[in-house]
């Protein structure tokens, strides 16, 4: 599998070199084997966007508001229209890069980008949570490519209140979806449960980290 290269920049001497590598060990990167060529970083952790004011209502459940009916696996999609959370590797750059602050444009190789978990978490737009959902699933589809879709799964056993956790049960490796040609990275929950009073409107954010091959490059 070919290696994306993105960025070739050097970063000054000076003050510019110590302000980066203070902020990549705040972002929990380790350096290994400082040469006079350079320093090799790996593991950057990110947290990225994934759905955004999506609700969940009696209507979309198939039921009357308070009625306390039960439901079982509906579909609520992370986001709207075409439901593509990532469009190809240019969008997935782009968002790490903004997310990174544009610490990112230093990564000169990318081994891999996994996903460690998913949150949902119920905002302030809504007054309801999670208490009426008794089984969920999140599914992270890649979509688009030449071959046939790919689906992944993220399950959690901890359910209630205004936060939840999923946690991937397979490795899910975005770049490597990519660099195969799936174009559309899109995510649902599916969950089962009883009506609840009150609506519920939630984000979704994404727990990745970059497996890259990065450089801090001396001037010449």
């Known amino acids: 599998m070919s290696r994306r290269k993105i960025g070739v920049g050097k970063i000054g001497v000076g003050l510019g070199v110590l302000s980066a590598m203070a902020l990549m060990t705040?972002?929990?990167?380790?350096?290994?084997g400082c040469l006079p060529a350079g320093c090799d970083l790996r593991d950057f952790p990110l947290t990225i966007p994934f759905g955004s004011g999506i609700p969940i209502t009696a209507s979309i459940l198939g039921g009357v508001p308070g009625s306390g009916a039960a439901f079982t696996n509906v579909e609520i999609p992370?986001?709207?229209?075409?439901n593509c959370q990532i469009e190809g590797i240019d969008d997935l750059l782009e968002t790490i890069n903004n997310v990174g602050g544009g610490l990112i444009s230093s990564i000169i190789q990318i081994d891999s980008i996994t996903v460690d978990n998913i949150t949902l978490t119920a905002t302030n737009a809504a007054p309801g949570n999670f208490d009426f959902i008794t089984n969920l699933r999140v599914e992270i589809l890649a979509t688009g490519g030449t071959s046939s879709d790919r689906t992944f799964i993220l399950e959690t056993d901890a359910i209630g209140g205004d936060e939840l956790i999923l946690t991937a049960q397979n490795e899910i490796d975005l770049w490597s979806l990519l660099q195969d040609g799936f174009d559309c990275?899109?995510?649902r929950v599916i969950i089962s449960g009883n009506i609840p009073d009150e609506d519920v409107i939630f984000d979704g954010t994404l727990h990745i980290t970059i497996h890259p091959v990065l450089s801090l490059r001396p001037l010449d």
Do not use: E, H, K, T
């Open 26 to 32: 705040g972002f929990g990167m380790s350096m290994s």
């Open 185 to 187: 990275i899109s995510g």
């Open 78 to 82: 992370l986001g709207n229209g075409d």
